[in-house]
């Protein structure tokens, strides 16, 4: 289990108010690694994330930035730098989703998903490698895509295309900081109890009962299932992991068809009994 341990190193957590992205700093700091949190100024909720590192007895500090600033990025890099040190592990977490038919997007509107989704992403992670490069760390970079990077859901095509160019980016980026020692990837969440779609305008409860049928799972994640996936590519575990995304959807994107509800009974019932 040491090859999972984190002590030492300082991850930088984007998004890390709630969600995925307190679950992830927790994950890290349960792990050994000190914490650099980030989300929106005024965002109270990340005093709340700090307390939880805090007290697992680790280094955290807490830096507000508004993400879709793209022009303020490399100077917020240099800002975590001064005062948190190297930062070992970049987590790009933060993303915006709405709900919205194609014809119906404004410029505002995808442009919002763009900048938070793509952009950020790539301005922040542009700098905070070249300081992994400077300051010859063995960097960690590791960016929150979704399923549907992979497979495309109807009234999200900003938020599809968005999730779609991160995951061709950490290739990119994965071979160009492969000579450095940086390995770059992508987790891929499938539906995450979280309250990213908490002001889509649709019945919530009826949807996610259909979507729960799609899923072979059965349910919607928690958001700590999907921290297993994150320390793995974060620490020495995952060395040789580059350029790849792991998928954590329950078996969504295994599943093209509903066909399971519609078949004959087995003739042989795989029960517990049966399977011993
Ligand atoms: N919840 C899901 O089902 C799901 C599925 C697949 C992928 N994801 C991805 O996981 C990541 C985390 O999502 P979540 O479900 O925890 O959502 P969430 O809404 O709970 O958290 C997202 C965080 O990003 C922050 N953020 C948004 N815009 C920002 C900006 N301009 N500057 C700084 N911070 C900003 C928010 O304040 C929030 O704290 C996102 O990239 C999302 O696309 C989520």
Sequence with gaps: MDRFALTGRTALVTGAARG????????????????????????????ATAARI?????????????????????????????????VHILVNNAGVAALERFNEITPESWYRVMR???DAVFFLTQRIAEHMVADRVTGRIISVTSKNALVAEAG?????????????????????L??????????APGMVDTPIDGAFPFDRAAFEA???????????????????????????AGAYLTGTRVVVDGGVLADQMPRTRFMPPYRNTLTPETAE
């Design 210 to 236: 259909a979507y729960r049928e799609r899923i072979p799972l059965g349910r919607y994640a928690e958001p700590e299932e999907c921290t297993g996936a994150l320390l793995l590519l974060a620490s020495d």
């Design 178 to 187: 492969a000579p450095h020692g940086i390995t770059v990837n992508s987790i």
């Design 116 to 118: 938070v989704n793509l």
């Design 54 to 86: 805090e007290a697992l007895g680790r280094s955290v500090h807490v830096l507000t930035q508004d993400l879709s600033r793209t022009d303020e990025l490399h100077g917020f890099a240099d800002r975590v730098r001064a005062a948190a040190g190297p």
């Design 20 to 47: 995925l992205g307190r679950a992830f700093a927790t994950a890290l700091a349960e792990a050994g690694a000190d914490l650099v949190l980030t989300d929106l100024p005024g965002d109270s909720e990340l005093t």
């Design 156 to 176: 999200l095509a900003h938020y599809n295309a968005s999730k779609a160019a991160v995951d061709l980016l950490t290739q990119t980026l994965a071979v160009e």
